[in-house]
């Protein structure tokens, strides 16, 4: 079973930007990034195809972009023009395997 372990959420002001990383303890063919806010189901962010294909959830596309790093097994979120919706706790996952959980909390 694969081990993931994010990084990278905190406080950010919106408008703001930051990046999560995933790094992994083997390759997968698709990572993805879901995340789920308080009361709310949990949803796609993006997922990353291992010929480099990208899918988005509709809220967040052309703001968040979704990138991997096949040599490190790593896999990034560039979260741009942050809401105060996008607060949520983010999850990597390979479609089978889900990370601890990172919270990213968008307030003025």
């Known amino acids: 079973q694969v081990q993931l372990v994010e990084s990278g959420g905190g406080l950010a002001q919106p408008g703001g930007s930051l990046r999560l990383s995933c790094a992994a303890s083997?390759?997968?063919?698709?990572m993805g990034w879901d995340r789920q806010a308080p009361g709310k189901q949990r949803e796609l962010v993006a997922k990353?195809?291992?010929?480099?294909?990208?899918n988005y959830a509709g809220s967040v596309k052309g703001r968040f972009t979704i990138s991997r790093d096949r040599v490190k097994n790593t896999v990034y979120l560039q979260m741009n023009s942050l809401k105060v919706e996008d607060t949520a706790v983010y999850y990597c996952h390979d479609g089978v395997t889900w990370g601890q959980g990172i919270q990213v909390t968008v307030s003025s």
């Open positions: 990353i195809r291992s010929g480099g294909v990208t």
């Open positions: 083997r390759s997968s063919a698709v």
